[in-house]
């Protein structure tokens, strides 16, 4: 069964552009969460979507959001890029409550 | 969310057991105590889960205190492939997706 797949692996971005990252949960998995990891803050929670909606949100600003679509793959987006936003962003998927599964993450950099 | 308390970091030699503790004097009943870890360059990695009982897994044994204030995840025999940072996590049957990360523990193996 193939993992977690997260496409683009690393990403380079200027301050105050958009980007788009894309997560393919495991076949069968309803919901896809998504995490943000910084050497300072650790892993922190952004947001949790089943079924193409939001169940679950972390304490971020409004420019990160996310969406799911019918075949529960999800991206999620950011928009006027700060320079603290250089992180490794983490999708994970399971089915409803039981463990998750991350994939290997984007590693976002913005200069 | 109720917090968790885990030692910075902790060594073991190749082979031998390794005992990693967790305190999570603020538990609540419904809470489940869900281990994870994270090898470098990865994301993290689902290694076992309990609510009241000791729990025993291909990866890892899982013993929890009585009280459940206390829990240590038990590496029967540490690989030099166990090194990660090891994360002890209170997940309640609600929060699905929401998993809230503390510093973890970095575990190293010595040949």
């Known amino acids: ?111 | 969310d109720a917090k968790t308390t885990q030692p910075n970091s902790m060594e073991s030699n190749e082979e031998e057991p390794v005992h990693l503790p967790c305190n999570h004097s603020t538990i609540s009943g419904t809470d489940y105590i869900h281990w994870y870890r994270q090898l470098p360059s990865q994301g993290p990695e689902y290694v076992i889960h309990g609510l009241t009982s000791n729990v025993n897994n291909r990866m890892a044994s899982l013993a929890i205190a009585e009280d459940r204030k206390s829990s240590t995840l038990i590496l029967h025999r540490a690989t030099l492939r166990d090194a990660a940072v090891y994360y002890c996590i209170l997940r309640r049957g609600t929060s699905y997706g929401k998993l809230t990360f503390g510093q973890g523990t970095i575990l190293t193996v010595h040949p």
């Open chain 1, 1 to 111: 069964k193939a993992g977690v797949t997260q496409t683009p692996r690393y990403l380079i971005k200027t301050r105050g552009q958009q980007v788009t990252l894309s997560c393919s949960p495991i076949s069968g998995h309803r919901s896809v969460s998504w995490y943000q990891q910084t050497p300072g803050q650790g892993l922190q929670f952004l947001f949790e979507y089943f079924s193409e909606t939001q169940r679950n949100k972390g304490n971020f600003p409004g420019r990160f959001s996310g969406r799911q679509f019918s075949n529960s793959r999800s991206e999620m987006n950011v928009s006027t890029l700060e320079l603290g936003d250089s992180a490794l962003y983490l999708c994970a998927s399971s089915l409803s409550d039981s463990p998750l599964h991350f994939g290997n993450g984007t590693r976002l950099t913005v200069t």
